[in-house]
């Protein structure tokens, strides 16, 4: 991996457009899913990115092969083609470096029977269980046994169970549905996710033929089919990007517009930015966000879909960092994910934790520091915090950064924003 660092100096007032990229969190799903069948699938919109990169190579190390191009319009497109052969295995080696790559157990079971799948290890997001994912899996007939660190998982037959999630956890909800596609009979999944993601994965099965009704609300039926095909499919805008920007403008000040998102998928972050006093409406097949004055505080807090993303909350912490009071934002997702707040406190920030909650006592300015990027959003959000703090801000580990974002330095340098990547 390519070991990288951000500068970033004070900018603004920013101005002009960016477009927003495919969601990696949707790509990287629909790209296991394709393990489900033979044949060549086409992805439009996948971000270029490091995790792309890495779904890439467990993919391959599954038997599948990898290609990015240009079609006759210039569009891009990444192809996935899948042979007779299928090796079951995603290794520790790439498992280790992106957790997502466990969405291959659902798929792989669906197709041959059988996956050995790393588990996965803790993250500085704490520890992250896949205990829900093996328990649907079972409901459906999977049989596990874990030895040596790696998930040995065989079915003789999927066969489609009610299954009842504790929490509607993303990740299981999606090895659920891609397994249920090729299992015998109707599998119910309630309590299930809703973010926009699912309903791309499940707009993905569908079109390859599977039979998915309600992806969206809290119970998804699957009915299994024989059968599935490769196909083309677009991956819906990524929100996290454009969180991101709405962040930049929020901290930087000025006027920008962002091409391809959907501003249905962002209800409650534009209201809650809408009470900050940034000023957004949709425009076609985008975004339009201005900030003149400065930021009012607001209270915050993370849940799944339609809440407010978990992590949306990094990109909030350091956008209140300056709002003129005091803010409270609590995360109800994943509890340990905290880690940012001592780097935005190296910058002056004055937040304090209590337990699962933070009190963001707004500056109007911040300063320059060394500081990390702990994760992707977390790099995200130093990015966004440096560009109100006098001084240059050196972001090490923007490696983290590089997993999620593509050409976040070029796109924020298009709208005015001094940010520099550097490798070293
Ligand atoms: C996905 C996203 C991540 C986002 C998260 C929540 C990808 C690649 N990642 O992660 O960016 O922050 O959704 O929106 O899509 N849990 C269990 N047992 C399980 C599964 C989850 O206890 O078997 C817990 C987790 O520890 C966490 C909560 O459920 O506290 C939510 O996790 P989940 O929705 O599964 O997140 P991911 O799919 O891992």
């Known amino acids: 991996?390519?070991?990288?660092?951000?500068?970033?100096?004070?900018?603004?007032?920013?101005?002009?457009?960016?477009?927003?990229?495919?969601?990696?969190?949707?790509?990287?799903?629909?790209?296991?899913?394709?393990?489900?069948?033979?044949?060549?699938?086409?992805?439009?919109?996948?971000?270029?990115?490091?995790?792309?990169?890495?779904?890439?190579?467990?993919?391959?190390?599954?038997?599948?092969?990898?290609?990015?191009?240009?079609?006759?319009?210039?569009?891009?497109?990444?192809?996935?083609?899948?042979?007779?052969?299928?090796?079951?295995?995603?290794?520790?080696?790439?498992?280790?470096?992106?957790?997502?790559?466990?969405?291959?157990?659902?798929?792989?079971?669906?197709?041959?029977?059988?996956?050995?799948?790393?588990?996965?290890?803790?993250?500085?997001?704490?520890?992250?269980?896949?205990?829900?994912?093996?328990?649907?899996?079972?409901?459906?007939?999977?049989?596990?046994?874990?030895?040596?660190?790696?998930?040995?998982?065989?079915?003789?037959?999927?066969?489609?169970?009610?299954?009842?999630?504790?929490?509607?956890?993303?990740?299981?909800?999606?090895?659920?549905?891609?397994?249920?596609?090729?299992?015998?009979?109707?599998?119910?999944?309630?309590?299930?996710?809703?973010?926009?993601?699912?309903?791309?994965?499940?707009?993905?099965?569908?079109?390859m033929g599977g039979q998915v009704i309600g992806a969206g609300s809290p119970t998804i039926e699957i009915e299994g089919v024989q059968q599935l095909r490769a196909v083309e499919h677009t991956v819906v805008p990524d929100r996290l990007e454009v969180a991101t920007y709405l962040a930049a403008v929020g901290v930087a000040g000025g006027e920008v517009t962002m091409h391809n998102t959907r501003v249905d998928h962002l209800e409650l972050l534009v209201e809650k930015m809408g009470a900050m006093g940034l000023r957004i409406s949709p425009q076609d097949e985008g975004m339009w966000v201005m900030r003149t004055d400065r930021l009012r505080p607001v209270n915050v807090a993370t849940l799944p879909y339609p809440g407010l993303a978990t992590d949306f909350l990094p990109l909030l912490v350091a956008l209140l960092s300056y709002a003129d009071g005091t803010s409270y934002a609590t995360e109800n997702v994943f509890a340990g994910r905290f880690g940012y707040v001592g780097e935005l406190t190296r910058m002056g920030a004055k937040i304090r934790i209590e337990d699962h909650h933070l009190v963001i006592d707004g500056q109007p300015r911040l300063s320059a520091a060394p500081v990390r990027a702990l994760d992707i959003r977390a790099g995200a959000a130093m990015v966004v915090a440096a560009l109100g703090a006098d001084g240059e801000t050196v972001i090490a580990d923007g490696e983290h950064i590089d997993r999620g974002y593509e050409d976040l330095a070029g796109k924020m340098q298009g709208i005015g924003a001094d940010v520099t990547r550097y490798e070293d």
């Not at 290890?121 to 829900?132: A, C, H, L, V």
């Open 1 to 207: 991996m390519i070991v990288s660092r951000y500068v970033v100096r004070r900018s603004g007032p920013l101005q002009g457009g960016v477009t927003i990229s495919g969601a990696k969190n949707s790509a990287l799903k629909l790209m296991a899913a394709t393990v489900l069948t033979e044949g060549r699938h086409r992805l439009r919109n996948v971000p270029e990115i490091v995790d792309v990169d890495l779904m890439g190579g467990v993919l391959e190390a599954i038997g599948l092969n990898i290609e990015r191009g240009h079609d006759d319009t210039g569009v891009a497109y990444l192809d996935v083609t899948r042979g007779p052969e299928v090796t079951p295995v995603a290794p520790y080696e790439l498992v280790e470096k992106m957790r997502a790559s466990t969405a291959v157990m659902g798929p792989l079971l669906a197709a041959v029977g059988e996956a050995r799948v790393a588990m996965p290890g803790g993250d500085d997001f704490g520890t992250r269980p896949i205990d829900m994912h093996l328990q649907g899996l079972e409901a459906l007939g999977v049989h596990f046994e874990l030895s040596h660190g790696i998930i040995n998982a065989h079915t003789d037959a999927l066969v489609g169970a009610e299954v009842v999630l504790d929490y509607p956890s993303v990740g299981a909800t999606e090895n659920l549905m891609m397994a249920a596609a090729l299992a015998d009979g109707r599998t119910v999944v309630s309590n299930a996710a809703r973010e926009p993601e699912i309903a791309d994965l499940a707009a993905f099965l569908n079109r």
